[in-house]
């Protein structure tokens, strides 16, 4: 079930593509805002949600709620949301253009975009920021409580105030910097932010350090649709899709990797976050932290007293390396960007005549949209 989940998250990757398509370029960061502030707005309630119908009824009816909103979404999906190319333009084909094996190779279309330096560039960002982000997600919560001592109301708390942030950080700041400052500079103020709130959660030993990290950790949700934003104005019309896969594909591996870091220097500086164990509990400041069975050592334990948090620091160090690769993005683009709707719609126009050329089929006349049809723009 892990992996079919993991194979549909390519949904994100459709829905910023299906943005590109139908918004200026001007709109396109205001728009990719609004998608990830309706997701994280999503992540605040859900969980509640579906505790408090875990309580009152059983985890089956939660499984099932769940199902039904994912087919209701399908449904909706077809009835009404519309295609992005407009009808006129779209292939009279029951199966669309005709699509040669070397065209479905995903290998030769990773190969094709990989020869862009700009989406390369935003793709090691990517890995390097999203890396220290993916790890602090798994583990963070249960780290509030074992080590900084929250208890589960402040946790739910601090996820509810953290996620209504991130909408207001997405939808209200995101725009306003991506008018003043551009794109490539908006994604590295979001990557400072993430930078100084990896580095606080690493070194801070009080609740109020936690909760003042928690407004820079919303601060710097506007890292990734900046980078989305950019992605798509950088990208050819036809490689939206394959552009956001790949942005979005790393942001996957670092789901897998993340963790994983995570826990191995957890275990390096003898810290264990099992909720379960029955090991030593030490007090830093105000805080336990639940250690392993073991040996104690002087120098752990000082070391315990300054850095609380040590994957975080490992975080914030990766993010700093991010910077310094997301600097020497270029801000302007060898292809020529996606101006508006009306050339990325030309630009699928001249690549269906030149398939239909290719297969031997007659154009009697270009796919071009007359003045009477720019209302469906």
Same mark, same amino acid.
């Not at 207001?168 to 306003?176: D, E, I, M, S, Y």
């Given at each position: 079930?892990?992996?079919?989940?993991? *194979?549909?998250?390519?949904?994100?990757? *459709?829905?910023?593509?299906? *943005?590109?398509?139908?918004?200026?370029?001007?709109? @396109?960061?205001?728009?990719?805002?609004?998608?990830?502030?309706?997701?994280?707005?999503?992540?605040?309630?859900?969980?509640? =949600?579906?505790?408090?119908?875990?309580?009152? !009824?059983?985890?089956?009816?939660?499984?099932?709620?769940?199902?039904?909103?994912?087919?209701? $979404?399908?449904?909706?999906?077809?009835?009404?949301? &519309?295609?992005?190319?407009?009808?006129?333009?779209?292939?009279?084909?029951?199966?669309?253009?005709?699509?040669?094996?070397?065209?479905?190779?995903?290998?030769?279309?990773? @190969?094709?975009?990989?020869?862009? !330096?700009?989406?390369?560039?935003? +793709?090691?960002? *990517? /890995?390097?920021? !999203?890396?220290?982000?993916?790890?602090?997600?798994? +583990?963070?919560?249960? !780290?509030?409580?074992?080590?900084?001592?929250?208890?589960?109301?402040?946790?739910?708390? /601090?996820?509810?105030?953290?996620? %209504?942030?991130?909408?207001?950080?997405?939808?209200?700041?995101?725009?306003? =910097?991506?008018?003043?400052?551009?794109?490539?500079?908006?994604?590295?103020?979001?990557?400072?932010?993430?930078?100084?709130?990896?580095?606080?959660?690493?070194?801070?030993?009080?609740?109020?350090?936690?909760?003042?990290?928690?407004?820079?950790?919303?601060?710097?949700? %506007?890292?990734?649709?900046?980078?989305?934003?950019?992605?798509?104005?950088?990208?050819?019309?036809?490689?939206?899709?394959?552009?956001?896969?790949?942005?979005?594909? %790393?942001?996957?591996?670092?789901?897998?990797?993340?963790?994983?870091?995570?826990?191995?220097?957890?275990?390096?500086?003898?810290?264990?976050?099992?909720?379960?164990?029955?090991?030593?509990?030490?007090?830093?400041? #105000?805080?336990?932290?639940?250690?392993?069975?073991?040996?104690?050592?002087?120098?752990?334990?000082?070391? @315990?007293?300054?850095?609380?948090?040590?994957?975080?620091?490992?975080?914030?160090?990766?993010?700093?390396?991010?910077?310094?690769?997301?600097?020497?993005? &270029?801000?302007? #683009?060898?292809?020529?960007?996606? #101006?508006?709707?009306? #050339?990325?719609?030309?630009?699928?126009?001249?690549?269906?005549?030149?398939? @239909?050329?290719?297969?031997?089929?007659?154009?009697?006349?270009?796919?071009?949209?007359?003045? $009477?049809?720019?209302?469906?723009?």
């Amino acid at each position: 079930m892990i992996s079919i989940s993991g *194979v549909f998250a390519v949904t994100f990757s *459709v829905v910023f593509a299906y *943005v590109a398509d139908v918004t200026e370029e001007s709109e @396109r960061s205001a728009a990719y805002g609004l998608v990830s502030a309706t997701f994280a707005a999503s992540l605040v309630t859900s969980p509640a =949600l579906g505790a408090y119908i875990s309580q009152t !009824y059983s985890e089956d009816v939660v499984v099932a709620l769940a199902t039904a909103v994912a087919i209701l $979404d399908v449904l909706f999906i077809l009835v009404a949301v &519309p295609e992005s190319l407009p009808e006129k333009i779209r292939p009279t084909s029951q199966w669309g253009v005709p699509i040669s094996w070397e065209q479905a190779d995903p290998f030769v279309a990773l @190969r094709q975009i990989g020869r862009d !330096y700009t989406i390369l560039m935003l +793709c090691v960002t *990517v /890995f390097l920021s !999203y890396l220290g982000e993916a790890g602090q997600y798994s +583990c963070f919560f249960v !780290y509030l409580q074992l080590v900084m001592g929250f208890s589960a109301e402040a946790v739910a708390t /601090f996820i509810a105030v953290v996620g %209504i942030l991130s909408v207001v950080a997405q939808t209200a700041v995101l725009g306003l =910097l991506m008018r003043s400052i551009g794109s490539k500079r908006t994604i590295l103020v979001g990557l400072v932010f993430e930078m100084l709130q990896l580095a606080w959660y690493g070194f801070g030993s009080q609740h109020w350090m936690m909760w003042a990290a928690g407004i820079l950790a919303a601060l710097s949700s %506007i890292t990734y649709p900046a980078i989305s934003s950019f992605a798509s104005t950088h990208a050819d019309p036809d490689k939206q899709g394959l552009a956001q896969g790949m942005i979005t594909g %790393i942001r996957g591996l670092c789901n897998g990797l993340g963790p994983a870091v995570y826990g191995l220097i957890f275990y390096i500086f003898h810290v264990d976050l099992e909720v379960t164990g029955d090991g030593h509990i030490d007090t830093i400041g #105000n805080a336990t932290v639940h250690l392993e069975k073991q040996e104690r050592d002087p120098a752990w334990d000082l070391v @315990r007293q300054f850095i609380p948090g040590p994957p975080f620091v490992f975080g914030s160090f990766l993010v700093i390396c991010a910077i310094m690769v997301a600097f020497f993005i &270029p801000e302007s #683009n060898i292809a020529k960007p996606t #101006n508006s709707k009306r #050339n990325s719609f030309e630009h699928s126009i001249e690549m269906y005549d030149e398939c @239909r050329k290719r297969e031997g089929i007659t154009v009697e006349s270009p796919l071009m949209l007359g003045e $009477d049809d720019s209302g469906i723009l």
